[in-house]
């Protein structure tokens, strides 16, 4: 059998230096980059006059023209010969003056503003819509559990595993952001909100494992018991984490495109909730179980007492 609790101070240092990555790729300035309907602004999608050719080259040349030089670097490549765009918050006339001038070149298909007002309201329904999902899915855990004993340890691990998968969605799309101009956006929330759920599921499943595994007394020392079930889960896991991965993998490859964020965030999502559901839940249980929070510590010597003449 595999000694996966044996190695758990391995994957968990593992995964604290994965959150400490993302962390601070997240807290420095210019990685997590809004879209416009976090920040307001325009979007754009434009495609070719009929019977006629639009390229990559000939759009971009024409946003610098236009002076949206910022927009040029970002725009992507739709199917059927379309781009998409997006740029600052422009008033009425410099919005006339840009459609005119993508006329020239093409046909506007798609022209939407979205004012800063509108998307200051879409981040504070955002963040309200992933704590509630949050709060509800700890409700859940705490009534499942709550027959074991110390129901709270099982609902705090699955928080800490739920949170690592949600830090490294945000730390990987803080990269994408740096390196390849990617932004977050609506569906990005529906995918945090749909990996929360996918996370959830999964470690529940271990952890009802571990539950049953305890209640028939499987094994006297609780190391083995927590071993033994995670062998017994692990292909479940993984089967279902890898028939999840190649679907949106297939999707990426035929749909891509504006859809490409919600993929990306599922993929990365999925992995890491596969990975924190039987390395991160189950071995931080077996921590608190054996009281070795001070190992994660460090040691701090105070200074003994002198007495007398010594």
Do not use: H
């Amino acid at each position: 059998m595999f000694d996966i609790v044996g190695k758990r101070f391995w994957f968990l240092l593992a995964s604290a230096v994965i959150i400490i990555v993302g962390l601070v790729s997240v807290l420095v300035p210019g990685g997590l980059k809004l879209g416009i309907d976090f920040e307001g602004g325009i979007s754009v999608t434009l495609g070719p006059k009929e019977g006629e050719t639009l390229t990559l080259d000939q759009v971009q040349q024409k946003l610098r023209d236009l002076g949206y030089s910022e927009a040029a670097g970002g725009v992507q490549v739709l199917g059927e010969g379309d781009f998409f765009f997006r740029t600052r918050e422009l008033d009425e006339n410099e919005q006339q003056q840009l459609r005119s001038g993508l006329s020239q070149i093409g046909e506007v298909k798609d022209f939407e503003a979205i004012s800063a007002v509108i998307a200051s309201e879409t981040v504070r329904r955002a963040a309200i819509a992933m704590g509630v999902a949050t709060i509800a899915m700890l409700l859940y855990i705490a009534w499942a559990f709550r027959k074991v004993p110390n129901p709270f340890r099982y609902g705090t691990c699955a928080f800490i595993a739920l949170l690592f998968s949600v830090l490294v969605v945000l730390g990987t799309f803080s990269f994408l952001g740096r390196t390849l101009g990617w932004e977050i956006d609506p569906m990005f929330i529906a995918a945090i909100l749909a990996v929360i759920g996918y996370g959830v599921n999964d470690t529940i499943v271990v952890l009802d494992r571990l539950r049953e595994n305890v209640a028939k007394g499987m094994a006297t020392d609780f190391d083995t018991t927590v071993n033994f079930s995670l062998v017994q889960t692990l292909t479940r896991s993984l089967t279902t984490g890898m028939a999840a991965l190649l679907t949106i993998l297939a999707i990426y490859l035929f749909v891509g495109g504006p859809i490409r964020g919600l993929l990306m965030a599922l993929f990365v999502g999925i992995v890491a909730s596969t990975y924190a559901s039987i390395f991160i839940a189950s071995q931080l249980l077996v921590v608190w179980e054996r009281g070795e929070w001070g190992r994660f510590l460090p040691k701090i010597r105070l200074p003994q007492r002198v007495r007398g003449g010594e």
